[in-house]
C-alpha cells in the first residue's frame, strides 16, 4: 500500500521512524519534503522572520507537492501526537491533506484517537477515519 504520513512538522523524528516500520510491513511511504530535508520547526519559523516572502512561497510550494502525494497514495496516515498541551493534535495544514484524501477517495489513518475537545470532531469524524491506537500494525496491507 502506498502511503503518505501527515503531521505537525514538530514530528519530523516521528514521521522518519514511523516510515522505517511501515516500510519493513512493506509499505510504500511518502513523506513531507521538510522530514526528508530535516527542515524543523525552527527552519521555517526563521525564514518566515527572515524571508517572509520566500516563506510564503516555498511554504505553498511545499503544500501543493504533498497535496498531490496524498492524491497518488491509497491512503494517509495523521501523526496526531500530543502537542503544545493539546492531546492529539491536528494542525490546519494536516486538517487540509485530510480533506485532500476525503476528496479523491482515499483512506484515513489517525496514529491515535481524536481528542473529545478537538473543535474539529465533527468532520473528523464524518471523514471516517481509522484509529490506530498508536499501533502501525494495526493498518492492512
Not at 527542515?39 to 516555498?58: C, I, M, V
Amino acid at each position: 500500500m502506498r502511503i503518505t504520513i501527515c503531521g505537525s512538522i514538530s514530528f519530523i523524528n516521528e514521521m522518519n521512524t514511523i516510515r522505517s516500520g511501515l516500510e519493513k510491513f512493506g509499505h510504500e511511504i511518502l513523506v513531507p519534503e521538510s522530514a526528508k530535508l530535516n527542515q524543523t520547526k525552527e527552519f521555517w519559523d526563521g525564514l518566515r522572520t527572515r524571508e517572509p516572502e520566500k516563506f510564503a512561497s516555498l511554504k505553498r510550494e511545499r503544500m501543493k507537492g504533498h497535496f498531490d502525494k496524498v492524491k497518488k497514495s491509497d491512503a494517509i496516515l495523521v501523526l496526531n501526537y500530543d502537542k503544545n498541551g493539546k492531546r492529539n493534535y491536528i494542525g490546519p495544514s494536516t486538517f487540509l491533506e485530510m480533506g485532500i484524501a476525503v476528496e479523491f477517495g482515499k483512506k484515513i489513518f489517525v496514529l491515535n484517537g481524536i481528542a473529545p475537545d478537538d473543535p474539529k470532531t465533527e468532520e473528523l469524524e464524518a471523514m471516517g477515519v481509522v484509529c490506530l491506537d498508536g499501533k502501525i500494525e494495526n493498518i492492512g496491507s
